[in-house]
């Protein structure tokens, strides 16, 4: 099977290419700007614009459809570029497409969620057969998130946020499964093994850095605060991945302390 990957380039993507190769498949990676791989075909094609995607598309059979723009051009690139990409697909005669989306777009009142929640309905409503897994965050996610928090020296957070990480590369697994087994016209969830409180996450990360910064905490106000304190960002679906955020702290700095 000749598969297409949007955002070969990012996290996930470099996780998925030597999965799928391994697995038999022929790929694609598509990004805004041309590659040199001499294992894996690479392709320039923007999703924002539609320029390349007729020829990326050329010959495939299923799609992976990682790429995201969380930060800028997001509804020109999530929504009318996951469009652009459906439309495309289908004169392709594309046989599978599997999105990837997030834990709680339908639950937590983010605009970049609003606009993944709007490309799931794209996918779910187009031509094309299509699955559909939404993920939770990735553990590196979560620490640039406190990096950020602590940039001014303590981490500031509310502590009772709640998030379930999850490894990329457990995800990869599930992703290439799910490619092999076809068409599900359904909305999976994937999460890690634990389902953390923010303060308790924030205490590993400081022990595995050997800091001792302190954690201010802010509440976060509103909707938003309501649903990211009440498990907005996970889910109690199984089976979930093995890899703990003390597993990514391990492999990250060498070991977590303990009290």
Known sequence: MRVLVTGASGRLGREVLPRLRDGGFTVRAV??????DSTVEWLAADLAT??????????VEAVLHLASSPARRT????????????VAADQAGVAHLVYVSIVGVDRVPLGYYRHKL???QV???GPVPWSVLRATQFPEFLEELLRGASRFGPVIGD????????DAGEVADRLVAMLAAGPSYAIAEFAGPQVLRFDAAVWAWRNARRSRRPLLPVRIPGG?????RSGGLTTTVTPTGTRTWADHLADTYGGIGRR
Do not use: F, K, N, W
């Open 123 to 125: 996918v779910a409503a």
């Open 50 to 59: 539609g320029d390349g995607l007729a020829a990326a598309l050329d010959g």
């Open 75 to 86: 509804h020109e690139v999530d929504v009318l570029g996951t469009r652009r990409l459906v």
């Open 224 to 228: 938003l605060g309501r649903a990211l």
């Open 118 to 120: 709007a490309a799931e």
């Open 31 to 36: 990004s805004r700007h041309p590659r040199d």
């Open 159 to 166: 502590p009772a946020v709640l998030a379930q990480p999850v």
